[in-house]
């Protein structure tokens, strides 16, 4: 049994590595490597998994899981940009993958061990990455 | 491989424990406690799992999926109040998580043993359940 | 110049007159006039014209609309039973075009007369209402 | 008879006022003001009204829309920071609602003037913005 | 005050004229051309605009357009080819913008003339063309 | 890890096996053996599991996977009849059990080894398949 609560963020961001010239971001990242960014409306799918509990009939109080994406993602990366105002991206490329892996471990780290993880993010209508700790 | 049909239904529930005092099921349940009910549209993914059959190209014939839902769900569910109306909720609170373990018991006592079985339950468009009988 | 701000709420109701037999409220109203109740996820777009102010490049803030929707609609409907907790509807049979022409009377009679409204109301993602006032 | 072409663009932007006080700028602005930027998939509805041709049955190939957006929007917006890259919100603070009207100009520009022309533009699923030059 | 009902219907179709040369119907429409077809869903949401009974609380029973676009459309339309299956694109070009004019006819002459009517066509989620009689 | 791309094609089919008789083919598919054909939006989902590339920040780059799927998929099957016009649907049902395991199959040959694949396919809103190879 899983259950879900979806929220959406929107960030700037341009795909950049400092340690990389510019010909070699350009050459990689193409356009999402412009230099004074792009953005996105990013939607968040926050799925745990566990078992019932047969008092309540709730897996999770899905307002936990509300109040934990607000907590950890929403206020870390919403209307703001990922490169210059978050720590989690000063030295990490913020591509999809590392967006959803940095998410994933912030959840991670706040929610009870009896639960399992998974979280599905969508960049774009056309461009999604999911991650469970694998 | 896997194959699904989707279908929705429009029915009325409120969270609550008749072996609750009010003060616990407001504590624990919230305005989903309405003591009037609310409602919701829930939109339902039906998965089923197996071999392709060589000769139709077909896993199931999409109708008789089609007809199982209708005849298990829709006829059960559809314009009722799931605590009032539903047999299946007399003595089970009718969260997400339970409508969709009921849900999958009615399909997978119909649906042949040679298929698997995973449902999908949106209760809105940001709160989501998934169960395959574990 | 229109700006939107769309908004949902989930809850119960019946389509059912106090002053009609039954079998008349079974006749014209069919599954909806269930006695029990049943639901749905509305989604709500409230639309807004009027001339941009050249200073803020807004027509209005949508946190205006947003905070609007949210004391007039939201409070009043969300997590209620529409038939049994809405005095807008102790007299009024909660139809999509009713409960759409209360929302707009209550959002028109909150926004500054400069602005023309127009809302447009989903029951179901096929069932669909506007109304602008006539 | 009204047929339309809907496209997508990804940009970062900040509402702000060169002319106003950063503490003007937060008060009028709040968290859309981030000095360092956000942003938003963009998702446009490019309306063209009109008579149908009799011989071809289209109103206007949608192909000719479909690189006019590209051609007029895309190109100058998709991938940009709409403050710092874009010329056209050099002086002009990018709102929904700037950017509905710079887009309409634009096309309108280069739309035959035997075509009506209005179109709506999503900064998020809950923003909306609609315009036809007046 | 306008209310819609919301359908889909699956067509194959090619845009073709018999009166020109096979350069020409390639010239001029491309790959909609392709001689053995193609096809899509379409999406069709009817709109109609009246009066609210007050008695009833509709404007009009959605069950009747349900019925209406079933009997006018999906009979006619579902699961054919509308080039060879459909008398009315015997010598009509099957565009989205005729399909919709052929609908609205065949939809308005069997709705009470005291109703407005105006429809909605997807031809995919990017082509939508509308009309209401003009 | 994995990581999707969306797209989006257009064909006609008809479910029909030349080796039964008509009246089988019309049994067993019915409407959807049609013999003028009907069509569809597909809408493909592609996902692509795998390690993250540390330099890059990149499972794989999406406009590989974008490209991929616009050669293998698009290119062979948007705008055809993929009963008259696909060479791999000759002597195979189009159902979208078979059009699935076919894609995976072309993408599969394409796709670097070191990459799991994964293919989800809409027929309609309703009528899903998933297929990874087993």
New interface residues.
Partial sequence: ????????F????R?Y?KDWSDEKNQE?F???N?K??????YTL?V?VSGK?NE?????I???IVKDLIKDEIIERF????LN??CIEFEN???????I??VSWNLLRSKLDKSFGLSIKLWE????????DG?
Same sequence: chains 1, 2, 3, 4, 5, 6.
């Fill in positions: 049994m899983r259950v879900c609560r979806r929220a959406t929107n960030s700037a961001h795909l590595r990689i193409g356009k999402c412009n004074n960014y792009h953005g996105h409306n799918e799925w019932v008092e309540t009939g709730y897996l109080d899905l307002k919403d209307h703001r940009n210059l105002d990490l490329n913020p591509t999809a993958e590392n959803v892996m774009t209508e056309n461009n999604i990455v999911e991650y694998n």
